[in-house]
């Protein structure tokens, strides 16, 4: 079992469901670091895009 976070209230827990609010628990912790990432360079160009596109949407 691996500690879990609440996306709602934000409280930790053990289970899939919040025991306080009933919503969805997701792990906390950061993806691994390897030196040799193949994918790191396609995953911040998407991120930036995302954060454009956001911002983009935000002056409208």
């Known amino acids: 079992m691996?500690?879990?976070?609440?996306?709602n209230?934000?409280?930790y827990t053990l289970k899939?469901?919040?025991?306080?609010?009933?919503s969805k628990t997701?792990?906390?912790h950061p993806p691994r670091y390897s030196p040799e990432d193949k994918f790191g360079e396609f995953r911040r160009k998407t991120l930036k895009e995302i954060?454009?596109?956001q911002k983009e949407k935000s002056l409208l």
């Open 9 to 11: 209230c934000k409280r």
């Open 2 to 7: 691996k500690l879990r976070k609440c996306n």
């Open 16 to 22: 899939e469901i919040c025991n306080y609010c009933g």
């Open 26 to 28: 997701s792990y906390p």
């Open 51 to 53: 954060e454009s596109s």
